[in-house]
């Protein structure tokens, strides 16, 4: 499996308008001066607890809100923002995601 960290710093009193982005895949770094963007990644949610779930993004564990979504079971892929689930994937089509981000670690 893989893990993709972005974060953002921007150096005090730059004028540059543009932050800095570091990337770190399968801990080979990348940086550069890009705009920065939110990427989605399915994980597996692994546990329910009434509107709070735990997803794995690729052995990485984190507690998820699931008040956005209907319906929702364990072993569904979803997708995440700022710590929310927002939607549902078939297992097909987050297999299909997870095997390209997988190709873009190995460049």
């Keep these: 499996m893989y893990a993709l960290l972005i ?5 005090l009193n730059s004028t540059d308008p543009k ?11 990348f940086q550069d001066n890009l705009i920065a963007m939110c990427l989605a990644i399915p994980g597996k949610l692994l546990k ?3 509107k709070v779930g735990v997803v ?8 998820v809100r699931l008040d ?15 710590g929310y689930a927002i ?3 078939d297992q097909a089509e987050a297999e299909k995601i997870l095997k390209s ?5 190995r460049r």
């Design 101 to 105: 981000w997988a190709e873009v670690a």
């Design 19 to 29: 932050p800095k982005i570091g990337i770190n895949i399968n801990g080979k770094r």
């Design 56 to 63: 794995d993004f690729g052995g990485v564990r984190r507690d």
């Design 87 to 89: 939607q549902v994937l």
């Design 48 to 50: 329910i607890d009434e």
């Design 7 to 11: 974060t953002k710093s921007q150096r």
């Design 68 to 82: 956005l979504l209907e319906q929702v079971r364990e072993g569904d892929y979803v997708i995440v923002h700022v």
